[in-house]
């Protein structure tokens, strides 16, 4: 009984530990993947599609204006501090976004001239 006993404390400790040390030692938020989301300009809605990923540890993506029939190269991406920063010098463009808690949001702001708000979700 005695064995019994000390088998479960410290089966117990063994779960306290992991959920004190399992948040800690989680992953930081990916951006990687495919997101969508409507930039209004002037009354006219544009439809983009912005598609992040890691390649050798170097993030990289590109932004599709769907209803302009445009590919942009990102020139910078970086991820630091929970906030995403996407630079596009082709078109004098920056996106700066925080990632929601859930990881399928993208909230922020598009500048390209004057500053317009921008949000998108995680296809």
Do not use: C
């Not at 949001?105 to 001239?113: C, D, R």
């Amino acid at each position: 009984m005695h064995l019994v006993s000390r088998a479960r404390r410290i089966g117990l400790a063994l779960l306290v530990a992991a959920a004190i040390v399992g948040p800690a030692a989680a992953q930081p938020p990916s951006y990687d993947g495919d997101w969508a989301g409507t930039l209004e300009v002037q009354g006219q809605k544009l439809r983009l599609e912005l598609h992040l990923k890691t390649v050798d540890g170097q993030e990289t993506g590109e932004l599709n204006s769907l209803d302009q029939g445009a590919t942009i190269p990102a020139t910078a991406v970086k991820t630091e501090g929970g906030q995403l920063s996407v630079l596009f010098l082709a078109v004098g463009g920056e996106l700066t976004a925080k990632l929601s808690a859930d990881g399928k949001t993208l909230a922020g702001t598009w500048s390209q001239g004057a500053p317009l708000p921008l949000t998108m979700t995680r296809k």
